[in-house]
């Protein structure tokens, strides 16, 4: 297996990020929860996307690309960070969003706007017109422009949270279960594959806030990241546990998600979002209390951010 060391990566953030044992919720939930505070990632405002742009933005850097390219809805978290690292990098952003959710000047849009980041809205349900259209647009700029996908979410990426993995467990706690959202794939399937590699006997669970057949694409994001890193690994059914926590819809608040967002912000002064973290947290809170968590388990939240989406409510 090739060593994360051997893939080049940008600085872009503050690891590794905390890990905080959550006493009020632990009790509450009558089991040991912590949280990986990847909200406080160190770039915007923090988030799971900087550890996939560490790798990806310097794969655009290697190919000599002087503007980067992404997309998402209107108020993806992946389009501000990606704008922002770009930025940063002194590389020219130029995202291209669904038209799609909240696109007035609020939230990760305001943020967008402070950057004087160059937005294009497609009215569009499909990436593959979005996609077309960064090469439209690229071929007319003149120099090399790099894309990368929603989310952040393809082999490279993942290995963001294959190194997160590797990280959770150089701070020495051992952890029954791992829990996340998963809304384009990558995080899980990094964590995933990060949780075979260096976590044994951690149960990975992720928690869907969108309606793609994540059955699907995290197995196969999984293999292409082992593949990526020359790792022997088979990929099994019992890597990971998918449950429904997406509710109304993507980007549409759940009454679930609501309560988590309360619970976390009354109990222990952090904040959870809308459209991802809330609705991962209520699902972990469900888990709890059908049962599926001994009184000794350590459970582990990953906070992967989206504090944008807080302000960005109509
Ligand atoms: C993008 C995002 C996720 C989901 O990560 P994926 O890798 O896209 O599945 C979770 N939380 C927040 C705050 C995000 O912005």
């Known amino acids: ?31 040991n929860v912590y949280i990986k505070r990847d909200d406080l990632t160190g770039l915007g405002l923090g988030g799971n996307k900087v550890r996939k742009l560490e790798y990806l933005l310097a794969d655009a ?13 209107a108020q993806s978290n992946h389009a501000m960070l ?14 291209i969003l669904k038209k799609r959710g909240v696109t007035e000047l609020l939230g990760n849009r305001l943020l967008e706007s402070l950057m004087d980041t160059e937005v294009i809205f497609m009215d569009t ?8 259209e960064m090469d439209r647009i690229g071929r007319g700029l003149g120099v090399p422009y790099y894309k990368i996908p929603c989310g952040g979410s393809n082999a490279l990426g993942s290995l963001g949270y294959v190194s997160c993995a ?14 996340c959202a998963e809304g384009s794939g990558g995080t899980m399937a990094g964590l995933a594959l990060g949780a075979k590699l260096f976590l044994p006997g951690t149960q990975v669970h992720g928690m869907m806030v969108d309606t793609e057949p994540f059955d699907k694409i995290t197995p ?8 990526l890193l020359e790792a022997e690994v088979s990929v099994d059914p019992g890597d990971f546990i998918l449950h429904d926590m997406c509710g109304p819809g993507y980007a549409r608040p ?52 989206g504090a944008g989406g807080l302000f960005a409510v109509r």
Do not use: C, W
């Not at 850097?61 to 809805?73: D, L």
């Not at 349900?125 to 077309?132: F, H």
């Not at 959870?272 to 001994?294: M, S």
């Open 82 to 95: 990606t704008a922002a690292a770009a930025g940063k990098m002194g590389m020219r952003p130029i995202l």
């Open 220 to 227: 196969a994001l999984m293999r292409e990241a082992a593949a």
């Open 1 to 31: 297996m090739r060593s994360l060391d051997s893939f080049s990566k940008v600085s872009l953030g503050i690891f590794p990020t905390p890990i905080q044992r959550l006493d009020n919720m632990s009790r509450t939930l009558g089991t």
């Open 125 to 132: 349900d499909d990436y593959t017109d979005i996609y077309a």
């Open 254 to 305: 759940s009454e679930e998600g609501g309560e988590a967002i309360s619970l976390m912000a009354s109990l222990e002064g952090l904040f959870l979002d809308p459209v991802y973290t809330g609705k991962a947290f209520a699902g972990l809170i469900k888990l709890a209390r059908e049962g599926q968590f001994r009184k000794t388990d350590n459970v582990l939240f990953l906070h992967s951010g």
């Open 61 to 73: 850097r290697q190919t000599g690309a002087r503007a980067v390219f992404t997309t998402g809805g």
């Open 166 to 179: 590797a990280e959770i467990r150089e701070q020495g706690i051992h952890f029954d279960h791992l829990v």
